[in-house]
């Protein structure tokens, strides 16, 4: 695997890789990487002739400071597990490589109304800052295909808009979940969970289940509200759960054949978010 810290390195080497007709894939990561973002890499390698990975913690993303501080950089141990996953590439630069000491963000404000609700509503600005390094990242990599996690949907349908107004050429790919044995989403954040909280935290998963496996025009209000009295009260503290259309987020109020159910919620000091695409 080459490492590249500079934007120009990594340009140069990609352009040249480009005359020779590979196809180029990218994986964009803020590090702390586990399985859910290595199926990333592995999705990529199947489709395309090189693949590219970033790791940058990007700061116009977060919403307090403190998150921002802690979050974990164990880069030694992903530089450890891309090679095992035969990445071909990490570029993986400095704060200054990319901002230039110029925070500005770009704006996702006229996007649509469903940059506003849920994640929006709960991380005003946090768009704003996805939208600013994605575009910067697509910018210096020039990828043919990238590829996200669904569990960051609603980022995942920001992604897209920004692909169709300014990179119309790349294809996007929505990946799966991956999923611990007991149901939780694979995420950085868990480590922080403390066994009484990790014991409990795939409640989450089971009132996204529950809802999925009611899913049908006779109970699927019934199960949405079923599923937040059985797993999600105390000591979840519940910021949304809902079930929404698929391109739009507006949550629903009669059944489609396509949806999504949504749910963020804090376990102590953790935020949690997890989502099922619910189909008949």
């Given at each position: 695997?080459?490492?590249?810290?500079?934007?120009?390195?990594?340009?140069?080497?990609?352009?040249?890789?480009?005359?020779?007709?590979?196809?180029?894939?990218?994986?964009?990561?803020?590090?702390?990487?586990?399985?859910?973002?290595?199926?990333?890499?592995?999705?990529?390698?199947?489709?395309?002739?090189?693949?590219?990975?970033?790791i940058f913690v990007n700061p116009t993303q977060f919403n307090q400071i403190s998150d921002l501080e802690n979050y974990p950089r164990p880069i030694e141990n992903d530089i450890k597990l891309l090679i095992e996953a035969q990445c071909d590439v990490l570029f993986h630069p400095d704060v200054n490589e990319l901002y230039?000491?110029?925070?500005?963000?770009?704006?996702?404000?006229?996007?649509?109304?469903?940059?506003?609700?849920?994640?929006?509503?709960?991380?005003?600005?946090?768009?704003?800052?996805?939208?600013?390094?994605?575009?910067?990242?697509?910018?210096?990599?020039?990828?043919?295909?990238?590829?996200?996690?669904?569990?960051?949907?609603?980022?995942?349908?920001?992604?897209?808009?920004?692909?169709?107004?300014?990179?119309?050429?790349?294809?996007?790919?929505?990946?799966?979940?991956?999923?611990?044995?007991?149901?939780?989403?694979?995420?950085?954040?868990?480590?922080?969970?403390?066994?009484?909280?990790?014991?409990?935290?795939?409640?989450?998963?089971?009132?996204?289940?529950?809802?999925?496996?009611?899913?049908?025009?006779?109970?699927?209000?019934?199960?949405?509200?079923?599923?937040?009295?059985?797993?999600?009260?105390?000591?979840?503290?519940?910021?949304?759960?809902?079930?929404?259309?698929?391109?739009?987020?507006?949550?629903?109020?009669?059944?489609?054949?396509?949806?999504?159910?949504?749910?963020?919620?804090?376990?102590?000091?953790?935020?949690?978010?997890?989502?099922?695409?619910?189909?008949?």
């Amino acid at each position: 695997m080459i490492l590249f810290q500079k934007s120009k390195d990594l340009q140069a080497f990609i352009e040249k890789k480009k005359t020779e007709n590979l196809q180029i894939g990218f994986v964009p990561t803020m590090g702390a990487l586990h399985q859910g973002h290595l199926s990333l890499i592995r999705a990529a390698k199947q489709d395309c002739d090189l693949v590219v990975c970033s790791i940058f913690v990007n700061p116009t993303q977060f919403n307090q400071i403190s998150d921002l501080e802690n979050y974990p950089r164990p880069i030694e141990n992903d530089i450890k597990l891309l090679i095992e996953a035969q990445c071909d590439v990490l570029f993986h630069p400095d704060v200054n490589e990319l901002y230039g000491g110029n925070f500005a963000k770009d704006s996702s404000e006229d996007y649509g109304r469903f940059v506003h609700v849920l994640e929006g509503e709960s991380r005003p600005g946090h768009f704003d800052g996805v939208v600013t390094i994605v575009n910067k990242l697509f910018s210096i990599c020039k990828p043919h295909q990238v590829y996200f996690g669904q569990k960051d949907y609603q980022q995942c349908l920001v992604v897209k808009t920004l692909i169709a107004r300014e990179f119309p050429a790349i294809q996007f790919h929505l990946c799966p979940i991956e999923r611990e044995a007991d149901g939780l989403a694979m995420s950085s954040r868990n480590i922080r969970l403390n066994s009484q909280e990790r014991n409990i935290a795939n409640h989450l998963y089971k009132a996204l289940e529950l809802v999925q496996n009611n899913w049908n025009k006779e109970h699927w209000q019934d199960a949405l509200t079923h599923a937040k009295e059985m797993y999600l009260g105390a000591p979840f503290k519940l910021e949304y759960f809902c079930v929404c259309d698929q391109e739009s987020l507006e949550e629903l109020t009669d059944f489609k054949a396509e949806a999504v159910v949504l749910a963020a919620a804090t376990l102590g000091n953790t935020r949690l978010i997890d989502n099922l695409l619910l189909r008949i």
